[in-house]
């Protein structure tokens, strides 16, 4: 079990981009794979993004390849997603997840550490 604690969401206009950060403190964080979510009101929490323990391997959903880019520094315990062009329907609240076992899941279900969340708001 590992805390997760996101940070840097923000109102932004479209085109825009913007870096999202989840740090851990726990040694175990270089450990788990990461993957970062998304949710909007009323939908399903959607898979994005995710990096194995070691950052060699990397899987994006269609809608953001190319645009989100994510890393992590495992000295510093922190996973990144960069978010570039961004547009109206990137607006959700992101999540960060990690797990042992769940690189390659894309389901939610399959994740069992979260953060608390952070907010992307995308409009002109």
């Known amino acids: 079990q590992v805390q997760l604690t996101e940070s840097g969401g923000a109102a932004v206009q479209p085109g825009d981009s913007l870096r999202l950060s989840c740090s851990s403190s726990e040694p175990a964080f270089r450990n788990y794979a990461m993957a970062w979510f998304r949710q909007a009101p009323g939908q399903e929490r959607e898979f994005i993004a995710a990096?194995?323990?070691?950052?060699?391997?990397?899987m994006y959903i269609a809608s953001v390849k190319g645009r989100f880019t994510i890393s992590r520094d495992n000295a510093k315990g922190t996973v990144f997603l960069e978010m570039r062009m961004l547009t109206p329907e990137d607006t959700a609240t992101y999540y960060c997840?990690?797990?042992?076992?769940?690189?390659?899941?894309?389901?939610?279900?399959?994740?069992?550490?979260w953060g608390q969340g952070t907010q992307v708001t995308v409009s002109s």
């Open positions: 997840a990690g797990d042992a076992t769940s690189y390659g899941s894309s389901s939610y279900k399959d994740w069992r550490n």
């Open positions: 990096i194995d323990w070691s950052a060699k391997f990397t």
